[in-house]
């Protein structure tokens, strides 16, 4: 390494957008698509290299975090509806009778069926242990529904409506908030992340007795986040007949991380 080097620890990149150094391959990557091209018999089309982004120009590398929020307006919600009967035919079809009532209340609270899917169907056979011998007894019929609730205004009373209509046999397993589109929050968190960074490049540069060149390289080194849970794992009843669930979306936070790559230059 060039002694005129600065650099700081720098994490494996996700997506990048990289400008090359002289003789060194351009590359783009991104989600698992790259492209490529070579500086090796360069076509008249190709680019030179920012001035000092030579493979042995020193050059400083520093990274940013950025933070940006809003309010989350989509709701994602996971029922399930349980039945036993003596036998597994009368067991399912109490089962599809409360499905059925279930899905009604969600399309009269207009709910797409686009946005509801089956996630879960199962029939177990239910056993008693009289002296320690099992007998069986019955029949247990699970479906679960996954729909994503796109009005957050009338999202409690959505899932208030599917509780009322299938009675005890309805349970929530959980509850999932995200944004219908999170692009502005998540270019937001970008461009907070990328201000962070430059701010850190000057000041580091300046320390050292030396001035910011051409900018090399910018990574984003952000990880996918999962959407934010309102309920765990654990099934949750809610009593039917309740005026409108309560579903408060509160504010979900998009954090993003940079890695900047700088030439730098004496004064």
Request: glycine share 10%; net charge negative; aromatic share 4%.
């Amino acid at each position: 390494m060039d002694e005129d080097d600065v650099v700081a620890p720098r994490p494996s990149s996700r997506t990048a957008w990289v400008v090359p150094a002289l003789g060194a391959a351009v590359a783009l990557a991104g989600a698992g698509l790259g492209v490529g091209l070579s500086n090796a018999g360069a076509s008249p089309e190709a680019a030179p290299a920012p001035p000092g982004c030579g493979s042995s120009a020193p050059r400083l590398t520093v990274q940013g975090s950025g933070q940006a929020s809003g309010t989350p307006d989509v709701l994602t919600s996971a029922f399930s509806f349980s039945t036993s009967a003596g036998s597994s035919a009368s067991a399912l079809s109490q089962n599809n009778a409360k499905v059925s009532q279930a899905l009604a209340a969600l399309e009269a609270n207009g709910v797409a069926a686009r946005d509801v899917q089956t996630t879960g169907l199962t029939l177990q056979p239910q056993y008693a242990f009289p002296h320690g011998v099992p007998t069986l007894t019955g029949y247990e019929v699970t479906n679960t529904v996954t729909a994503t609730l796109r009005r957050a205004a009338t999202a409690g009373m959505a899932i208030d409506a599917v509780v009322t209509a299938s009675g005890d046999a309805a349970q929530i397993d959980w509850l999932t908030f995200s944004f219908g589109d999170p692009t502005t929050v998540e270019d937001a968190a970008r461009a907070d992340a990328v201000r962070q960074a430059k701010s850190h490049a000057a000041a580091l540069a300046a320390a050292a007795g030396r001035s910011l060149g051409a900018l090399c390289s910018l990574t984003d080194d952000t990880e996918p986040v999962p959407p934010l849970s309102g309920f765990g794992a654990d099934r949750t009843a809610v009593p039917a007949g309740s005026a409108g669930v309560p579903v408060e979306p509160g504010t979900q936070t998009q954090t993003d991380q940079v890695t900047l790559v700088y030439a730098v230059t004496r004064h």
